[in-house]
T-cell receptor
Framework: AQSVTQPDIHITVSEGASLELRCNYS??????LFWYVQSPGQGLQLLLK??????LVQGIKGFEAEFKRSQSSFNLRKPSVHWSDAAEYFC????????????FGAGTILRVKS | EPEVTQTPSHQVTQMGQEVILRCVPI?????FYWYRQILGQKVEFLVS????????KSEIFDDQFSVERPDGSNFTLKIRSTKLEDSAMYFC?????????????FGPGTRLTVT
């Protein structure tokens, strides 16, 4: 069955430090991969997506992610974290043969300390 | 920028009551979705809707749930007889077209509390 694993429930980084959030997926076909961010009380905002081509994708707010097929991973990175990046981050895989429904990971809560 | 809207933002209801959650997708979008997120848990797919019919539904989406697009703008999720375990945040999403280039846009959610 399709699944997405985010092994880190909470991560705390200092403002200005680099960030990497891990995501592993299990899916037999070509994956379409997404990272969403959710601020408290808000909806889900798309940060970036991958569906083909260059395996390093750029997103909004200075985020990037790298697709590694051999590792079944799609890790999110940011070189320098800002306090406003504190939020919950969700990795998701899109299942094209099922109406493109999204299967989400459990999320990683990012805390930023000043 | 166009956005998906949802009403109400918070709904409190008693067990056994019917609730209708409303969504207004982005106007030229063709695919519509409902997801839910129980507090502290992951976001789960409920149902997808295209061309006035359900295209996919999860095992969560049982006979107590139904969806409708009653007019050209609204997309609703009805729960016929709510249970305590239906308490969750419900997200509506819409998508312009099929194909991986078309992303889903999410609304801000409706928090449903069943007492």
């Amino acid at each position: 069955a399709q699944s997405v694993t985010q092994p880190d429930i909470h991560i705390t980084v200092s403002e200005g430090a680099s960030l990497e959030l891990r995501c592993n997926y299990s899916y037999g076909a070509t994956p379409y991969l997404f990272w969403y961010v959710q601020s408290p009380g808000q909806g889900l905002q798309l940060l970036l997506k991958y569906f083909s081509g260059d395996t390093l994708v750029q997103g909004i707010k200075g985020f990037e992610a790298e697709f590694k097929r051999s590792q079944s991973s799609f890790n999110l990175r940011k070189p320098s974290v800002h306090w406003s990046d504190a939020a919950e981050y969700f990795c998701a895989v899109g299942l094209m043969e099922y109406g493109n429904k999204l299967v989400f990971g459990a999320g990683t809560i990012l805390r930023v300390k000043s | 920028e166009p956005e998906v809207t949802q009403t109400p933002s918070h709904q409190v209801t008693q067990m056994g009551q019917e609730v209708i959650l409303r969504c207004v997708p982005i106007s030229n979008h063709l695919y519509f979705y409902w997801y839910r997120q129980i507090l502290g848990q992951k976001v789960e797919f409920l149902v997808s809707f295209y061309n006035n019919e359900i295209s996919e539904k999860s095992e969560i989406f049982d006979d107590q749930f139904s969806v409708e697009r009653p007019d050209g703008s609204n997309f609703t999720l009805k729960i016929r007889s709510t249970k305590l375990e239906d308490s969750a945040m419900y997200f509506c999403a819409s998508r312009a077209d099929r194909g991986p280039a078309y992303e889903q846009y999410f609304g801000p959610g409706t928090r449903l509390t069943v007492t």
